[in-house]
């Protein structure tokens, strides 16, 4: 237990002081790519899944399969996964740093892994097994093939899943706090707002979940309509949003959202450790409803009372915010990708102190030009 603190003590340690260093998140290594063509990438690391968080990178093999797979650092084969579903054939490398890189889909391994793995089998009687060889049976060189890319596996088509652990703990760390070239130099695309009536609240006269179309003006999103939203009580907020990398047309998942009260920031979440045991939360994190029928990724901004996920800053509260004064009150969105490209959403609220909640949407018949004055 002592170990595992103080790894994850370090680990943030070291993600602040380079903060502030250079303005975005690095982990000091000496890691190589596991690929030797241009990452591009399916996936990345946070996106919501249907009953999970992404916890690593998919990279692209440019629909075939036999890409030389090489260990990102020196160190020693920890498991090895063979599998009809899942990871399929999947590699675990562990390495002096304290991280575990983790390499799946596989298609074969090299002679040198191959052997191990034959043999354990009959030892089992089993083509499907997990091994855990022994500490520095097989060593293994930074740069040294130890895999060939495939298709196994529960996998929609020929790709490398890539994952970074802690070794201690084995949460999925961000890959990209490592420093590996990926080109990024789009915003993420904010597709949706939506506010949550918490406690009996009302959102614009109607006690129901309410969707609110954006449209992107000078860089910034703004409500397609110049309407102040009317608030009465607790409410919450979520975010439709998506990233794209470049030379990719493939939809990602956003890493961090910040949330402000005028001057007052009031939610922050970013994804930089996952952890299995607490994955499934994603289903309170997200709005399940809005996944299930249409899959849409919207983020909620606050935080259930059951959600122990570990992304958010909670020192800032849980997210939840009410109007109590007659005054004017701007609420700013900012999503951003992991290379710092941000995308923001401004829109403005006010109490309605009429205090009345009907079965239907209402629309506020003052605009924002209105109150302003």
Request: hydrophobic fraction near 35%.
């Amino acid at each position: 237990m002592i170990k595992c603190c103080f790894s994850s003590w370090l680990f943030f340690l070291l993600v602040l002081a380079n903060f502030s260093v250079i303005g975005q998140l690095t982990i000091p290594n000496n890691f190589r790519s596991p690929i030797g063509i241009p990452i591009l990438l399916s996936g990345n690391f946070g996106e919501l899944r249907t009953n999970h968080f992404h916890t690593g990178l998919d990279v692209k093999t440019n629909g075939k399969i036999n890409y030389k797979i090489y260990a990102i650092e020196e160190g020693f084969v920890s498991r090895i996964n063979i599998s009809h579903w899942g990871y399929g054939k999947a590699i675990y490398v562990d390495h002096p740093n304290g991280y575990t890189s983790v390499y799946a889909h596989l298609d074969h391994f090299p002679p040198k892994i191959e052997k191990f793995i034959r043999d354990h089998q009959y030892k089992k009687q089993s083509e499907i097994i997990t091994y855990y060889p022994k500490i520095d049976l097989i060593k293994v060189k930074k740069g040294e093939v130890i895999a060939f890319s495939g298709n196994s596996g529960s996998s929609s088509g020929p790709h490398l899943h890539f994952e970074i652990r802690e070794t201690v703990s084995e949460h999925p760390v961000n890959p990209h706090l490592f420093g590996f070239d990926v080109v990024d130099t789009r915003p993420p695309v904010v597709n949706k707002l939506k506010l949550y009536p918490i406690d009996n609240s009302c959102i614009n006269s109607t006690s129901k979940e309410t969707d609110f179309t954006l449209k992107k003006i000078n860089g910034d999103y703004h409500l397609q309509t110049d309407t102040v939203i009317r608030v009465n009580g607790k409410f919450g907020i979520g975010v439709s949003a998506l990233d794209y990398y470049d030379n990719s047309y493939s939809k990602f998942g956003v890493y961090a959202i910040q949330v402000w009260l005028d001057d007052q920031l009031k939610f922050k979440q970013e994804i930089n450790e996952l952890d299995f045991s607490t994955s499934k939360q994603i289903n309170i994190h997200k709005d399940f409803n809005a996944y299930n029928s249409k899959r849409e990724s919207i983020h909620k901004t606050f935080i259930h009372p059951l959600n122990t996920l570990a992304i958010y800053d909670r020192d800032l509260g849980n997210g939840i915010m009410e109007i109590e004064d007659e005054n004017l009150h701007k609420v700013t969105i900012e999503v951003a990708d992991y290379n710092r490209n941000k995308s923001k959403v401004v829109f403005y609220v006010k109490r309605d102190a009429g205090n009345n909640c009907n079965d239907t949407q209402l629309t506020s018949n003052k605009t924002l030009s209105s109150l302003k004055t």
